[in-house]
């Protein structure tokens, strides 16, 4: 079965760190570039971080550059988002991708992991 499962979500206080891992299973994930998107309640889904294929290209949104850290394991089918300096504004659903066209378009799809920033 092909899919990716994201973990690593869990309730944190406004200034701390969270990672994220996304796993494909049934696939070699370093065959596609990876995106970490994110939808909080009521709002559209946004696209956070992308990385390509080899690891050294990667972009961030305007709301989180600075702050969070895409990483890729190729050998581990393994893709991280390293988060710092939460904000309540993080709190979210947050899904991993993968896709062969660049960060435009993506054939898998994770199921998510949910944030919560909070005191």
């Known amino acids: 079965q092909l899919q990716l499962v994201e973990f690593g979500g869990r309730l944190v206080q406004p200034g701390g760190s969270l990672r994220l891992s996304c796993l494909a299973s049934g696939f070699g994930l370093g065959d596609y570039n990876v995106a970490w998107f994110r939808q909080a309640p009521g709002k559209e889904r946004e696209e956070v971080s992308c990385?390509?294929?080899?690891?050294?290209?990667?972009n961030y949104s305007e709301s989180v550059k600075g702050r969070f850290t895409i990483s890729r394991d190729n050998p581990r089918n393994m893709v991280y988002l390293q988060m710092n300096s939460l904000k309540p504004e993080d709190t979210a659903v947050y899904f991993c991708a993968a896709g062969l066209s660049g960060c435009f378009a993506f054939e898998f799809w994770g199921q998510g992991t949910q944030v919560a920033v909070s005191s």
């Open positions: 990385i390509n294929v080899y690891g050294d290209m990667t």
